[in-house]
Each structure stands twice: as structure tokens, then as C-alpha cells.
């Protein structure tokens, strides 16, 4: 079975600190994907990110970062220099790849909230 | 603009009534699903689509129906049966193949009144 923890629930930071949001995966697949994704108040799911179990390196996106170890099954998520808008429900997810389909399983979320 | 319409935003419903959530999509994807999510559950897979007149149950499927006549469409209904349906409903779509991204709406909130 997939499982996906997000052990933090709520993170509280000061606009610009930087903050890591830690994701564990456990699969028994070989092939997966790892997805990032953004919940702001509005509700509505934003992708931020997806990578694929072979590729290890690390990914840079203006002040997001990923930390992908397929050692320690994490695929920790860094916000650098903080901002109000940053705000929002964060989840990771792990996509089954069995079969022909791509379903989700999810995390149960962090809630992050900036502060000015 | 492409991208995937839900409707209503909000609905409430009576007790012991049935309801149907909208989702459209015009992004030519094949594959569409609904979750439900819940405070501090995370989302929870009920139905998916991989093909048109074809779904399958996800993970908490009782009390819920679809059907999958169009491509670009995949309504939702919420049954008398599903115990406790008050909740944050998210259609999403994508490609179909193993490992695509999803893609979501912008959801539906139900309350049971």
C-alpha cells in the first residue's frame, strides 16, 4: 500500500525566514512520481511540482526548492525568503503507477501560515 | 481559457436528498476523478475515469454515483446513502497515463442542512 506523511500540521514563520516542509513517502513500486501541490484559501489545488523517482537532483524554482533523497523516502519541500502570499495549504502526493491509470494518494497536509 | 469548471461553488442540501455536482473540463484530458476532503484528511479518492462510459471506485465510493457520457464531463451525484457528505469536493483531470499531473478544479463545498 501507498502512504504518503506530512508529520508537521501547522508551521507559523515570519515573513522572510525560510521554511522546509518535510514529506515521507513508503511505495513498492520501482517507477513513481511525487508531486507537490498548493491550497490557498480559495480552495482550489495548484500544482507546484512533479518528479519522477529516477531523477534524484534536486530542483530550483525562483524561491521554491526540492529535496528529493529516494535514501531517506522524503521529498521535502523549501520556501526561501518567505512571503504573506505563501500562505496556504501544502500537500505532497505519490502517484500509483500500477496499471494503466495515475490516481494520488495524498498527505494530509501543512498548513503554513506567513506572518508580515 | 482551458481548464476545469465545477459548479456549484456552494450547495446545501436537505437531508435524505440527493444532489449532483458539475465538473467540466475542456483540456482534452482522458482521464477525470473526483476526491472528497475533509479537515486534517487530506484528500480521498471516490471515483475516477480513465475512458468515456468507463469509471472505476476509488476509495471511499459508497454513497456516491457518477457517469462518464462525455469526454469533458464527469458529474458527481451525492447520494441519500453516503452517511455524512457535508465536505470540500475536487474534480480533477489529466492525461490518464501512469504518473501524469492531475489537475484540479476549484472545487465544491456541500453542507448537509
Known amino acids: 500500500a501507498q502512504k504518503v506523511t506530512q508529520a508537521q500540521t501547522e508551521i507559523s514563520v515570519v515573513e522572510k525566514e525560510d521554511v522546509t516542509l518535510d514529506c515521507v513517502y513508503e511505495?513498492?513500486?520501482?517507477?513513481?512520481?511525487l508531486f507537490w501541490y498548493k491550497q490557498p484559501p480559495s480552495g482550489e489545488l495548484v500544482f507546484l511540482i512533479r518528479r519522477n523517482s529516477f531523477d534524484e537532483q534536486n530542483e530550483i524554482s525562483g524561491r521554491y526548492s526540492w529535496n528529493f533523497q529516494k535514501s531517506t523516502s522524503s521529498f521535502n519541500f523549501t520556501i526561501t525568503a518567505s512571503q504573506v502570499v505563501d500562505s496556504a495549504v501544502y500537500f505532497c502526493?505519490?502517484?500509483?503507477?500500477?496499471?494503466?491509470?495515475?490516481?494520488?494518494?495524498f498527505g494530509k497536509g501543512i498548513t503554513l501560515s506567513v506572518r508580515p | 481559457d482551458g481548464g476545469i469548471t465545477q459548479s456549484p461553488k456552494y450547495l446545501f442540501r436537505k437531508e435524505g436528498q440527493n444532489v449532483t455536482l458539475s465538473c467540466e473540463q475542456n483540456?482534452?484530458?482522458?482521464?477525470m476523478y473526483w476526491y472528497r476532503q475533509d479537515p486534517g484528511q487530506g484528500l480521498r479518492l471516490i471515483y475516477y475515469s480513465q475512458i468515456v462510459n468507463d469509471f472505476q471506485k476509488g476509495d471511499i465510493a459508497e454513497g456516491y454515483s457518477v457517469s462518464r457520457e462525455k469526454k469533458e464531463s464527469f458529474p458527481l451525484t451525492v447520494t441519500s446513502a453516503q452517511k455524512n457528505p457535508t465536505a470540500f469536493y475536487l474534480c480533477?483531470?489529466?492525461?490518464?497515463?501512469?504518473?501524469?499531473?492531475?489537475?484540479f478544479g476549484e472545487g465544491s463545498w456541500l453542507t448537509v442542512v
Open positions: 483540456l482534452n484530458h482522458d482521464a
Open positions: 502526493a505519490l502517484s500509483d503507477t500500477t496499471g494503466a491509470n495515475s490516481k494520488l494518494t
Open positions: 511505495t513498492r513500486d520501482t517507477t513513481y512520481y
Open positions: 480533477a483531470s489529466s492525461l490518464g497515463d501512469s504518473g501524469n499531473t492531475i489537475y
